[in-house]
């Protein structure tokens, strides 16, 4: 648990709340119509919501081979985040799949690494994104608790500051 504004100042934008050690950073939930859900959550908990985007990956891999689907997303500008995600039939991102409680996004150093040692365990690898080079983007496994586990490389960590900051300027400088 963060203990002062050095603690986050230490960990940095994307460590939330739960500290140092932990490496899940957001919550996701897929919703019907993106827009709407933003509009919705943003009036009903006074949470800001990043400018949506729609995910550089178009062609996606499972175990029945590559499938192409158009991720449009957004973040909650502050931690704990909340990633919302807009339905994307006869995928992973169904709303009519029903798991409400969609996944945990976990930071990894190497996402292949970890990918296959959630495999191992029995967390099955449902559907991944490659980079240039081969190697894994991010991934997300079933568990069998209701929600998947979406791993992150934590080279994507540069990204959200400043996409949280459009969204809500004071998140990058913390006040006591």
């Known amino acids: 648990m963060l203990q002062d504004t050095d603690d986050l100042a230490k960990l940095g934008l994307l460590a939330a709340t739960m500290g140092a050690g932990s490496r899940i950073y957001h919550v996701g939930f897929v919703v019907p119509d993106l827009d709407a859900a933003i509009a919705d959550v943003s009036q009903g908990l006074g949470v800001t919501f990043t400018e949506p985007m729609t995910l550089p990956y178009q062609t996606l891999h499972t175990p029945d081979g590559p499938r192409d689907v158009s991720l449009r997303l957004t973040y909650s500008a502050r931690p704990a985040h909340i990633e919302l995600i807009a ?72 990204f959200y500051p400043a996409w949280f900051g459009a969204a809500d300027p004071g998140v990058l400088t913390p006040t006591a």
Request: charged content about 25%; glycine content about 12%; overall charge negative.
């Open 87 to 158: 339905n994307a039939p006869g995928s992973l991102w169904d709303f009519a799949d029903q798991r409400r409680g969609h996944h945990l996004g976990v930071w990894a150093d190497d996402v292949d690494a970890e990918a296959d040692r959630l495999d191992a365990r029995g967390w099955r690898r449902l559907w991944w994104a490659t980079n240039d080079d081969g190697g894994l983007a991010f991934s997300y496994h079933d568990t069998p608790y209701g929600f998947y586990i979406e791993l992150v490389g934590t080279t994507a960590k540069a």
